[in-house]
Nanobody, 128 residues
Framework: QVQLVESGGGSVQAGGSLTLSCAASGFSVATHCMGWFRQAPGKEREGLAGIDNDGRTTYADSVKERFTISQDKAKNTLYLQMNSLKPEDTATYYC??????????????????????WGKGTPVTISS
């Protein structure tokens, strides 16, 4: 059974950093498409970052140079390192998986196709 559990959310001041974790079970994060998304109240869900089975990463323009996606194969865990946080980064952050391999992962992160599994999300609040 596939399960994704996010952790690491919280409240920080603008300019600060947070690291989100996503513990996966039922499949390997290293051999599939993994991504981080967020949704703020009243706004559409936004794909932030993705990593495919070959380690290729993709980032939304809104977080490029500030956020870094990575994974720990031994722990079967996905991470999102978030630096230089801004109030507009306030949202609920979700980890998601698509059981596919290769560069098509990019299309899933950009929203052309949906992901297959989602975590329940972790809230992030950035104060000014």
């Amino acid at each position: 059974q596939v399960q994704l559990v996010e952790s690491g959310g919280g409240s920080v001041q603008a300019g600060g950093s947070l690291t989100l974790s996503c513990a996966a079970s039922g499949f390997s994060v290293a051999t599939h498409c993994m991504g981080w998304f967020r949704q703020a109240p009243g706004k559409e869900r936004e794909g932030l970052a993705g990593i495919d089975n070959d380690g290729r990463t993709t980032y939304a323009d809104s977080v490029k140079e500030r956020f870094t996606i990575s994974q720990d194969k031994a722990k079967n865990t996905l991470y999102l390192q978030m630096n230089s946080l801004k109030p507009e980064d306030t949202a609920t952050y979700y980890c998601a998986a698509a059981l596919i391999a290769g560069p098509r992962c990019n299309l899933r992160i950009r929203g052309y196709y949906d992901m297959d599994y989602w975590g329940k999300g972790t809230p992030v609040t950035i104060s000014s």
